[in-house]
């Protein structure tokens, strides 16, 4: 008994000092986490400053000065509610993409991915397909919205999606975004080299810096990149240019050779 008292007295200053950095560890992930989460939207400079104050109050109660490490924690409270108030939409969305990964359904769709995608055989991917499709849709100014995964699971992402299984061929794409058709409204959502669903509504980015001149499409795309590592080909429907949004970027004005080297380049494995 007494060599694990012992024990524990040789070990019990390390074991608190890597609590306490695993404390400052997870605090500090979090913070960038929530800026990541902000960045980019009108809810960056309000964090900012509420950070800035808390350190400010951390430093005043360090210091000793406890009329003012009151009055700054009482400022950080009331701040606190005004964001809540103030940026209620934006938490609303939050959470609903919370409750969406927690929802009862989660697990059925978990299931139903291990039971067809993963044991799928993966199509090769038919740039030829979606290059010409896109170039049409381009000429005839039919607005389009292909959703492509990469890595990281889309269908989170996004509500509404019909459900439709199909090989990519350029003239189904192209019937799909005709406009005509009851389909061409929102995204197309293509995994493992096959068609997935159809009018997939995305969540447009919530960047303020963004040019007035972006259309829906475009914005939605942006705000699926921002958040994954998909690939997103647009076609406006006011100008045909093709656009593509990836890695939290958006590409204007493509050519199709442009269109063809981008897609062989991210989605074609690489050789050893």
């Known amino acids: 008994m007494s060599f694990i008292y012992e024990t524990w007295e040789l070990i019990q200053p390390f074991y608190e000092l890597g609590i306490k950095a695993f404390d400052y560890l997870l605090v500090g992930l979090i913070i960038l986490w929530i800026y990541k989460l902000t960045k980019g939207t009108s809810a960056i400079p309000v964090f ?8 400010i109050w951390k430093v005043v109660t360090f210091a000793g000065m406890p009329i003012l490490a009151e009055l700054l924690g009482q400022f950080i409270g009331v701040g606190i509610i005004a964001i809540i108030i103030v940026f209620q939409q934006e938490l ?92 061409h409204d929102g995204g197309m959502y293509i995994a493992i080299g096959r068609i997935r669903a159809v009018k997939c509504i995305l969540p447009v980015s919530q960047r303020t810096d963004l040019s007035q001149e972006l259309g829906m499409r475009h914005r939605a795309a942006l ?15 006011e100008t045909g240019l093709i656009s593509i949004a990836m890695d939290g970027k958006l590409h204007k004005g493509l050519a199709s050779e442009d269109i063809q080297e981008i897609l062989e380049r991210e989605l074609i494995p690489k050789e050893d």
Request: glycine content about 6%.
């Open 92 to 183: 609303r969305q939050f959470l609903f993409s919370i409750g969406e990964r927690a929802n009862i359904k989660g697990p059925t769709k978990i299931l139903e991915k291990i039971v067809t995608f993963r044991h799928e055989a993966k199509s090769p991917f038919k740039i030829n397909e979606v290059t010409t499709a896109v170039n049409n849709l381009s000429k005839r100014k039919d607005g389009a919205l292909l959703i492509i995964q990469r890595n990281s699971d889309l269908s989170i992402h996004f509500h509404g999606s019909t459900p439709l299984v199909a090989d990519l061929y350029a003239p189904l794409i192209e019937a799909s975004f005709d406009k005509n058709c009851s389909m």
């Open 223 to 237: 705000g699926l990149v921002e958040k994954t590592d998909a690939l997103v080909l647009i076609v406006s429907e």
């Open 48 to 55: 900012l400053g509420l950070l800035a104050i808390y350190l």
